[in-house]
């Protein structure tokens, strides 16, 4: 079961333009989080945002989340060729004990 | 460095053929999944363990099975019941529901 759905599924930007990436969910959660992948590799968590935050940064990500409307986006500033990645949300379900993915935003960013 | 450790990187399966995926962790972390990637998709969790000796199925479970005889090693077979196991398989591990350390995977190929 899908949890989390992304929107866009894909996005392609320039060099130095922000990146903005949407996350929607369908049950209450616990926390809400952002990974990243890399063409072939594996997940790298970028940030966690708890249930009863509303917003939260770390270096150029800053992560929101909305729990009335189910929703997060995750915005990256100035953005580099390194971005280029693909990212996902994840929410674990309370009660749960496992995290559950959407199905990802795919970032292309232009030099 | 602590971490994650999937093995092979790739691995052929013939028509018929059990194969089993090894993952191991120096994290000392009593979680740990199996996900599975299909291309261009997000990931889909097959079988969790909260503690040794004790998994729970995901959400696709069918033609999989798991051991947990030490906290750092949840091994992954992937049985002939499979009938479409071509995709890309990743192991995690976490300590409670915070960020998750992932492997770097394993592409399994039926030939």
């Known amino acids: 079961s899908q949890q989390g759905e992304e929107d866009p599924q894909a996005l392609s930007i320039q060099e130095g333009e922000n990146a903005t990436m949407n996350c929607s969910y369908k049950?209450?959660?616990?926390?809400l989080q952002w990974y990243r992948q890399n063409s072939g590799r594996g997940l790298v968590h970028l940030i966690l945002i708890r249930s009863n935050e509303r917003e939260k940064h770390s270096g150029r990500l800053r992560v929101t989340l909305d729990t009335s409307k189910k929703s997060s986006s995750l915005l990256i500033t100035a953005s580099r060729a390194a971005d280029t990645a693909s990212y996902f949300c994840a929410t674990d379900a309370q009660g749960a004990q496992k995290l559950v993915f959407g199905q990802g935003t795919r970032l292309t960013i232009n030099p | 460095d602590g971490g994650i450790t999937q093995s092979p990187k790739y691995l052929f399966r013939k028509e018929g053929q059990n194969v089993t995926l090894s993952c191991e962790q120096n994290l000392n972390h009593d979680a740990m999944y199996w996900y599975r990637q299909d291309p261009g998709q997000g990931l889909r969790l097959i079988y969790y363990s909260q503690i040794v000796n004790d998994f729970q199925k995901g959400d696709i479970a069918e033609g999989y099975s798991v051991s947990r005889e030490k906290k750092e090693s949840f091994p992954l077979t992937v049985t002939s019941a499979q009938k479409n196991p071509t995709a890309f398989y990743l192991c995690?591990?976490?300590?409670?529901?915070?960020?998750?350390?992932f492997g770097s995977g394993t592409r399994l190929t039926v030939v």
């Open positions: 995690a591990s976490t300590e409670g529901l915070y960020g998750y350390t």
């Open positions: 049950t209450s959660i616990n926390n």
